[in-house]
């Protein structure tokens, strides 16, 4: 069938980053990297190849169709927000980008290399990243500890190592809790470091989980409803926290997020999603305004607000 | 299933190596002077040979989330092994064969432990359920593992360590309460290391250990073949120095949800916790027993016995997964925990 959101797509790729990066001056200087490792090569070619693309994603599970010929292009260094109704297929797209779903059409391009499905297990050495809507920790290990399993793609020695203290063990162990410290500090966990995760509040744990997921230093950062079930209050919190981790890290983010007013302040550019269609793409102002957006979403955005006030915790 | 990374009571206490080394200079020290023989043959060498597997399949069930019912076959797999080694191996000293026994147990570990890769929860546990039957059923089918002994049942060998005799009582007490000793230690370093960590980040969320490069299909096996070593040098410690005879009946199905009951009742996911729920289920039939006489006289034949330890063992089972799921660890910080609060 042919969509007009392809139109759409290609308008939405041609625009120069002094456009969508009106709103966010840190998004213009991605040369602010000192202290990224990973994300400085890209941010250079930004404007020319994207840091990742999709072509043509379809996906279904039996008969829903979750995703529907979804391109999207994410640039070096930009947030990148995904909105959409509960169902829009979203958080599939973020599972296909991170191999945990393998589309049944189409191609995810990352870093120069074309995948059928992305090697879920090799996706942190590929600097990619994510969080889960639902909360994913480690709940019997100390916030640390979970932590520091974000760098567990590193880990070299081995368990005979380890339960003897001998070899690369020490310093892998050390320098992996020094690392995981510092992230604490930066998202300002530190007080409960020695908790086990399972018994914090939830807009905590939520933190915690963006902690794991930064503390790999990602050049991709996906981010599935980070401030799902949170109050006005934490969402701003975490928004500040995200932004911060953006332009300290000059980590690229795609996130999803339900709370339009949330998005719309925090993104670069904006893909909207529909029944597993992208019916619009572009920076906040353009889709703000896009009709498609305002019949299938925003014209609904109080009901939606409602809604997912309501949801809760269950985050749906 | 409560989630335990390990000890993190508040209680202001002695540093646990202190406690450790307390303990081991009393079992090494004081036990063997006071000990009856009763004591060493009917409590603490079953006891050291359960705690041992407890800790065994705590590592696989407890911190890795895998569920087993195979515990059992690996342990038999290890004193058949044991006992082959010894026999066919000419000048292989025991530690060597206990060893190789282990190594055994531990490569079977990783052959059955395979369905783990796509299985889960309940299924895999039937799944175990194959070794379980398979190891029972190639022991007893081929005579060559049990020497041709007509009756199946083979007597071990007298153990010794460099010469030295250990087959009295107390001898087997400290040859098993030495290798106990060290295995728990090793197990202790092993669920605080980095590789204790991914199998808690695999139980608790298999999804999220994968993505962050938690290499989980190793991960697992591993799981299984360290749990089958340990489990399969249990299985040595019953038959070598606990009952002194080989025969694949001891290691039934039953012996398998044993060692799944001490771990539950114990405490998953925590060394100590072995060691509580093997003295529970060493000591309760004893006391059942003995109170059962002392209430029934003669009528408490063997039977009855047989009978009201499982009803209670059952009630108490059903009564820890409701009261207490973090088992008899729990309870017992809860009530040190109360004990420091009033005596400051
Ligand atoms: N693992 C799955 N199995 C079956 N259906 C799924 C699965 N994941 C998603 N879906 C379906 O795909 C559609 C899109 O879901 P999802 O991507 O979770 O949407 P969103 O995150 O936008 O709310 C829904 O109809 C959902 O029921
Ligand atoms: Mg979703």
Same mark, same amino acid.
């Given at each position: 069938?042919?969509?007009?959101?392809?139109?759409?797509?290609?308008?939405?790729?041609?625009?120069?980053?002094?456009?969508?990066?009106?709103?966010?001056?840190?998004?213009?200087?991605?040369?602010?990297?000192?202290?990224?490792?990973?994300?400085?090569?890209?941010?250079?070619?930004?404007?020319?190849?994207?840091?990742?693309?999709?072509?043509?994603?379809?996906?279904?599970?039996? +008969?829903? %169709?979750? #995703? !529907? &010929?979804? @391109?999207?292009?994410?640039?070096?260094?930009?947030?990148? /927000?995904?909105? =959409?109704?509960?169902?829009?297929?979203?958080?599939?797209?973020?599972?296909?980008?991170?191999?945990?779903?393998?589309?049944?059409? +189409?191609? %995810?391009? #990352? !870093? &120069?290399? @074309?995948?059928?499905?992305?090697?879920?297990?090799?996706? /942190?050495?590929? =600097?990619?990243?994510?969080?889960?809507?639902?909360?994913?920790?480690?709940?019997?290990?100390?916030?640390?500890?979970?932590?520091?399993?974000?760098?567990?793609?590193?880990?070299?020695?081995?368990?005979?190592?380890?339960?003897?203290?001998?070899?690369?063990?020490?310093?892998?162990?050390?320098?992996?809790?020094?690392?995981?410290?510092?992230?604490?500090?930066?998202?300002?966990?530190?007080?409960?470091?020695?908790?086990?995760?399972?018994?914090?509040?939830?807009?905590?744990?939520?933190?915690?989980?963006?902690?794991?997921?930064?503390?790999?230093?990602?050049?991709?950062?996906?981010?599935?409803?980070?401030?799902?079930?949170?109050?006005?209050?934490?969402?701003?919190?975490?928004?500040?926290?995200?932004?911060?981790?953006?332009?300290?890290?000059?980590?690229?983010?795609?996130?999803?997020?339900?709370?339009?007013?949330?998005?719309?302040?925090?993104?670069?550019?904006?893909?909207?999603?529909?029944?597993?269609?992208?019916?619009?793409?572009?920076?906040?102002?353009?889709?703000?305004?896009?009709?498609?957006?305002?019949?299938?979403?925003?014209?609904?955005?109080?009901?939606?607000?409602?809604?997912?006030?309501?949801?809760?915790?269950?985050?749906? | 299933?409560?989630?335990?990374?390990?000890?993190?009571?508040?209680?202001?206490?002695?540093?646990?190596?202190?406690?450790?080394?307390?303990?081991?200079?009393?079992?090494?020290?004081?036990?063997?002077?006071?000990?009856?023989?009763?004591?060493?043959?009917?409590?603490?060498?079953?006891?050291?040979?359960?705690?041992?597997?407890?800790?065994?399949?705590?590592?696989?069930?407890?911190?890795?989330?895998?569920?087993?019912?195979?515990?059992?076959?690996?342990?038999?797999?290890?004193?058949?092994?044991?006992?082959?080694?010894?026999?066919?191996?000419?000048?292989?000293?025991?530690?060597?064969?206990?060893?190789?026994?282990?190594?055994?147990?531990?490569?079977?570990?990783?052959?059955?432990?395979?369905?783990?890769?796509?299985?889960?929860?309940?299924?895999?546990?039937?799944?175990?359920?194959?070794?379980?039957?398979?190891?029972?059923?190639?022991?007893?089918?081929?005579?060559?593992?049990?020497?041709?002994?007509?009756?199946?049942?083979?007597?071990?060998?007298?153990?010794?360590?460099?010469?030295?005799?250990?087959?009295?009582?107390?001898?087997?007490?400290?040859?098993?309460?030495?290798?106990?000793?060290i295995l728990t230690f090793f197990a202790y370093r092993l669920v605080s290391s980095q590789t204790?960590?991914?199998?808690?980040?695999?139980?608790?969320?298999?999804?999220?250990?994968?993505?962050?490069?938690?290499?989980?299909?190793?991960?697992?096996?591993?799981?299984?073949?360290?749990?089958?070593?340990?489990?399969?040098?249990?299985?040595?410690?019953?038959?070598?120095?606990?009952?002194?005879t080989v025969e694949p009946d001891g290691f039934d199905l039953d012996r398998s949800f044993q060692?799944?009951?001490?771990?539950?009742?114990?405490?998953?996911?925590?060394?100590?916790?072995?060691?509580?729920?093997?003295?529970?289920?060493?000591?309760?039939?004893?006391?059942?027993?003995?109170?059962?006489?002392?209430?029934?006289?003669?009528?408490?034949?063997?039977?009855?016995?047989?009978?009201?330890?499982?009803?209670?063992?059952?009630?108490?089972?059903?009564?820890?997964?409701?009261?207490?799921?973090?088992?008899?660890?729990?309870?017992?910080?809860?009530?040190?925990?109360?004990?420091a609060w009033q005596s400051t």
């Open positions: 069938m042919p969509l007009p959101c392809y139109a759409l797509g290609l308008e939405a790729s041609v625009y120069a980053p002094e456009v969508f990066a009106r709103g966010l001056p840190s998004a213009l200087l991605p040369a602010q990297s000192a202290e990224a490792d990973a994300g400085a090569a890209g941010s250079a070619a930004g404007a020319t190849a994207p840091l990742l693309s999709l072509q043509g994603i379809g996906l279904s599970f039996g +008969g829903v %169709v979750a #995703l !529907a &010929d979804i @391109d999207l292009s994410v640039r070096s260094g930009e947030i990148r /927000a995904i909105i =959409g109704p509960n169902g829009a297929g979203k958080s599939s797209l973020i599972n296909v980008i991170s191999g945990v779903y393998r589309p049944d059409r +189409g191609q %995810v391009r #990352l !870093a &120069d290399v @074309d995948y059928a499905q992305v090697p879920a297990q090799r996706l /942190a050495h590929l =600097g990619v990243t994510r969080t889960f809507q639902n909360l994913a920790l480690f709940k019997g290990l100390s916030v640390l500890d979970n932590v520091a399993a974000g760098l567990a793609y590193k880990v070299r020695s081995n368990f005979a190592g380890q339960v003897l203290g001998i070899g690369r063990s020490r310093g892998e162990q050390r320098d992996s809790r020094g690392r995981a410290e510092q992230i604490l500090e930066f998202l300002d966990l530190t007080a409960v470091r020695d908790r086990l995760a399972g018994t914090l509040p939830y807009g905590l744990q939520k933190r915690v989980e963006l902690a794991r997921a930064l503390v790999a230093r990602p050049r991709l950062l996906l981010l599935d409803e980070p401030m799902a079930g949170m109050t006005s209050g934490e969402k701003s919190e975490m928004a500040t926290h995200i932004r911060a981790a953006r332009d300290r890290f000059a980590t690229t983010v795609v996130l999803i997020e339900h709370d339009v007013g949330v998005v719309m302040g925090l993104s670069d550019r904006i893909a909207v999603l529909d029944y597993g269609r992208k019916i619009a793409d572009g920076t906040p102002d353009e889709v703000r305004t896009d009709e498609r957006v305002i019949d299938a979403y925003l014209g609904v955005a109080s009901d939606n607000e409602a809604l997912s006030r309501n949801e809760g915790r269950a985050g749906i | 299933m409560a989630a335990i990374a390990g000890d993190f009571s508040s209680v202001p206490a002695l540093p646990k190596w202190v406690l450790a080394f307390l303990l081991l200079a009393f079992a090494y020290g004081v036990v063997p002077l006071i000990g009856s023989s009763y004591l060493f043959e009917a409590i603490l060498l079953p006891f050291l040979a359960l705690s041992l597997a407890g800790v065994g399949l705590n590592i696989l069930t407890g911190y890795a989330g895998q569920v087993s019912l195979g515990s059992a076959a690996f342990m038999a797999a290890g004193a058949f092994a044991a006992y082959n080694f010894n026999l066919r191996v000419e000048g292989l000293p025991l530690i060597g064969s206990i060893v190789l026994a282990g190594i055994v147990a531990a490569a079977i570990g990783i052959v059955f432990g395979l369905p783990s890769l796509r299985l889960k929860g309940f299924y895999l546990a039937v799944s175990t359920l194959a070794a379980q039957f398979f190891v029972q059923w190639a022991l007893t089918k081929f005579s060559w593992f049990s020497d041709n002994s007509a009756s199946g049942v083979i007597d071990t060998p007298r153990l010794s360590i460099a010469g030295f005799a250990l087959d009295g009582a107390i001898g087997r007490y400290l040859f098993a309460l030495t290798i106990v000793s204790g960590r991914n199998f808690i980040a695999i139980r608790d969320n298999e999804t999220a250990a994968s993505i962050i490069g938690i290499p989980v299909l190793r991960t697992k096996l591993l799981a299984f073949a360290i749990s089958s070593f340990i489990i399969g040098v249990a299985g040595v410690i019953w038959a070598f120095a606990y009952l002194r060692i799944l009951f001490i771990i539950i009742i114990g405490g998953l996911a925590s060394i100590r916790g072995a060691f509580f729920g093997a003295a529970l289920i060493v000591v309760f039939p004893l006391g059942l027993s003995r109170l059962g006489g002392f209430l029934l006289g003669d009528g408490f034949d063997s039977g009855v016995l047989d009978m009201s330890q499982r009803i209670v063992l059952g009630a108490l089972i059903i009564l820890f997964l409701i009261l207490e799921p973090d088992g008899l660890v729990a309870l017992w910080d809860r009530v040190r925990r109360r004990l």
